[in-house]
């Protein structure tokens, strides 16, 4: 390095530069020798030159041999010597536009989640608690990765780690009834991105994508940012309703989640799937199936998913490991028919090369040694523990006013206030969070329009618990109780 | 759990299952009781209760009070009983189409890279060598990371953990004279997925991209998804040549490595940098300049990114750690302008919520500590010492046959043979894979289209540097003029 980082020669070469910058050393100004330079600043003659041969490699000045050192012609900023400090100014200029996937998403009007204040008891869905991480286990085979660095680390296969597609192979043909080769899997960060793959590869601006209402917002949203019109479909105690699509003629894709509907929780029957695969074969649709959080049937053995019944190649699988692990470790995979893979690998490649290195190889080894299975037994007695203490709470405080859906499975249910009319539920909501709870109005998970779906059902929240100490259920329902009663209360004056 | 994996009531479940799936129960027969199946099977008739709820629950059957347990209607696949084995034949079947994003992902051939053996010296640009990972700073922050986990684990800021973006804040201020806001900052999976933000989100499909040619091919890739119509912008020893953008007349956006022209190795002066300002301000153009491994410059002080000159907000700065660190790590950010913060910050959450948690942790300590700046420091000399060592063995081996370009910074160079038309630098490389040495001929790095600028220029090759030893430079450059003299013997004894 001629000239270095707190050199000696370094603030003379920020003057020089500075100065030819704001127009304060015009075009063709010669500097001083280096001899001349040398002596007037107390420098050596090597560190001015070293200067001089830096700013010409920059091309703020120019040296020729008897010419001496000049300022380089066209090096000031444009409309220099402007005042100092007009840089933070705006000045009028040109805007380039935004595409339209860019206008979409800037519209998006997303709710930014801040963390709730400790005392709130927030039923929000999502989280996981941390003392649930397999720490142990999870760093001792990241230990064991980081021992078995490769000594070339180059850019790595774009579906994933060759270890890692081979033990979901194994895991989702046991877990799930889901058998494919590894060549179908592709490792992806969190299902999200698998979500965005399926907008970006499967749907054309003005396609029309059908998805359950109510649903999995941050799905819609992909979608629309890609341009679709969302068509809702109806969902009941058994999920989608598939005499529903006949008012859907025409989707190009369909985003369901077959095995525990978000958030109602219904679990489609093998009729139902039958005649959502005859369908999508009709209408020539892809079906996305989301099995986000298959690990915690509770009540009875995981049945297995759609994409196991699909002998067209018609459905993508999309699974996660953030309800089991962490929704922060963004690891997430799918199932591809074998037409899909070649184009999905292609974008995933495009998009971000492929998912980090290290976290694969730990989860891997997680999964080969059984580790991952033992954590995901305990946890699910824990996420059971947390289950049972909310119902019994809401069993205690709320007993005859409201009913439990989608408690059977998964890590959150609905709670539906019998009598009470869903155009209140965004104030309950309000006021429950003035007695100290979060819980999240089922409105929100529908898609805007006015919905024949939504109009006359009762208000209704949504509670995930997976994120709460068993011991917070019953004070957070009971407040909920307490914000309920103060909603008929005023109701009643007000009437 | 009913009916448990591996437990006695599985096979019975899977038997009745597979018989209503395939069509062997038709819709409506009758089941045994409960009591009558137990006894044949030797099995508790609460276990088989339970087979017969869960099946009931899945919808393959209907349990009816004094009805009994009948197959359910519908259950069965479409087209069953087919025979056994069909499910991997193809049917004639509905193809729903891919989008255009996908069809144009799917016709892109991208080279697939299997790693070299052993024994051949492989010039390849991009891998780092594994024992210049800094294991040991890494793990330690990594442990510090682990034991502070989170009570309660949730989706992220999408912009990027807020530590790491205070530490990248300063870093680049010092670093590379690039002055912003934390709020300006978003972390992401690697530069690829900063150029797949800014295709998606800046650029309509056939719009006019401007990219320097040659250049960077997966940018390159990353726009023609997009839809983009893709300009070549000459380059020269000084970088992108402003003159030419003179045939671009409506770019919406320009793509450059201003600081070390990939894969020339030019260094832009002041004045073209300015000139490329006005061009896009006056062109209502973004500019994204990828500023790659500007930690590399050998011979002078790293000069300040052009995103320092901008003040009209045209500049998205792209910086990468996947030059110092490793490319398996998947981290890279933006320095966006204020008006694109929203929009992106949105499209990240979409596209993925948000980069990993932990190796940002990890990373905001790194360079916190000074432990990143020590690492580039001492990377530094090690790149040198590869450099030198290659440098050498060009001397010592093609001395006055080759010119080198683009020495003075990175981690690759491109060696010109004088004498060579540039037809032949295929060739060239294919006999240099038979001496056991693969480098990588320049024509690969030129958009596809016979491009004036390509015409007329000596064969050249790329070598990469980084992710080699010292010592095997020597041997490497040996067998490189092994080919050359094999190529110009053949030639001679063809003429």
Redesign the interface.
């Known amino acids: 390095?001629?000239?270095?980082?707190g050199g000696r020669g370094?603030s003379l070469?920020d003057e020089i530069k500075s100065s030819?910058?704001d127009g304060t050393y015009l075009a063709g100004t010669a500097l001083p020798s280096s001899r001349a330079c040398a002596a007037e600043r107390g420098l050596s003659r090597s560190t001015v030159s070293s200067v001089y041969?830096?700013l010409a490699?920059?091309?703020?000045v120019e040296m020729r041999q008897g010419a001496g050192t000049r300022v380089?012609?066209?090096?000031?900023?444009?409309g220099a010597a402007r005042p100092k400090g007009?840089?933070g100014a705006r000045?009028p200029?040109?805007?380039?536009a935004?595409?339209?996937?860019?206008?979409r998403?800037?519209s998006?009007a997303?709710p930014v989640?801040s963390?709730s204040a400790p005392e709130v008891v927030d039923f929000?869905y999502?989280?996981?608690?941390?003392?649930d991480?397999p720490?142990l286990a999870?760093?001792k085979a990241?230990?064991q990765v980081?021992r078995q660095?490769?000594?070339?680390?180059?850019?790595?296969d774009p579906q994933g780690n060759e270890e890692l597609r081979a033990a979901l192979r194994v895991h989702l043909a046991?877990?799930r009834g889901v058998f494919c080769d590894t060549s179908q899997l592709l490792v992806?960060?969190?299902s999200?991105?698998a979500l965005?793959l399926c907008a970006?590869?499967?749907?054309?601006p003005g396609?029309t994508v059908a998805v359950e209402n109510p649903g999995y917002r941050?799905a819609h949203?992909?979608f629309e940012?890609?341009g679709a019109t969302l068509r809702g479909v109806a969902v009941d105690p058994?999920g989608l309703v598939p005499a529903d699509l006949a008012h859907v003629p025409d989707a190009?894709?369909i985003y369901v989640t077959p095995t525990h509907q978000f958030p109602m929780g219904g679990?489609?029957?093998?009729?139902?799937?039958?005649?959502l695969?005859?369908w999508a074969?009709?209408?020539?649709?892809?079906i996305v199936e989301d099995d986000y959080d298959s690990e915690y049937?509770h009540?009875?053995?995981p049945?297995a998913a759609l994409q196991a019944?699909d002998?067209?190649?018609?459905v993508i699988y999309v699974g996660t490991f953030s309800k089991t692990l962490?929704?922060?470790?963004?690891?997430g995979y799918m199932v591809l028919p074998h037409?899909?893979v070649?184009?999905f690998a292609?974008?995933k490649?495009?998009?971000?090369?492929?998912?980090?290195?290290?976290?694969q190889r730990t989860l891997a080894r997680l999964l080969k040694s059984g580790a991952y299975d033992r954590h995901v037994r305990r946890l699910r007695r824990s996420q059971k523990a947390r289950r049972e203490a909310l119902l019994a709470a809401l069993g205690h405080y709320l007993q005859g006013q409201v009913s439990v859906h989608g408690a059977s499975s998964g890590l959150h249910l609905v709670v539906a206030f019998d009598d009470l009319p869903s155009a209140l539920e965004e104030e309950l909501a309000r006021l429950a969070l003035l007695e100290g709870v979060q819980a999240y109005p089922l409105g929100r998970f529908y898609l805007p329009a006015p919905s024949a779906s939504a109009a006359g059902r009762p208000a209704a929240l949504v509670l995930g618990y997976a994120?709460l100490e068993p011991e917070r259920m019953d004070p957070g329902v009971q407040r909920i109780a307490r914000a309920l009663h103060r909603l008929r209360d005023r109701r009643t004056k007000g009437a």
Chains 1, 2 share one sequence.
């Open positions: 390095m001629l000239v270095r980082q370094r070469y030819v910058l041969e830096q490699a920059e091309g703020f380089a012609a066209g090096a000031a900023v444009a007009a840089k000045r200029r040109v805007d380039p935004l595409s339209s996937i860019g206008r998403l800037e998006l997303l989640r963390a929000v999502g989280p996981l608690a941390g003392r991480f720490t999870w760093t990241a230990r980081e660095r490769a000594p070339v680390l180059a850019y790595e046991h877990a992806v960060n969190g999200q991105q965005d970006r590869l499967l749907v054309e396609d941050m949203h992909v940012c890609a058994q190009r894709l679990l489609m029957t093998i009729r139902r799937r039958n005649a695969l005859e074969a009709e209408k020539g649709a892809w049937r009540a009875a053995r049945e019944l002998d067209r190649g018609l962490s929704p922060q470790l963004r690891l037409r899909l070649a184009a292609t974008a490649r495009v998009a971000d090369r492929h998912a980090p290195s290290a976290p994120s």
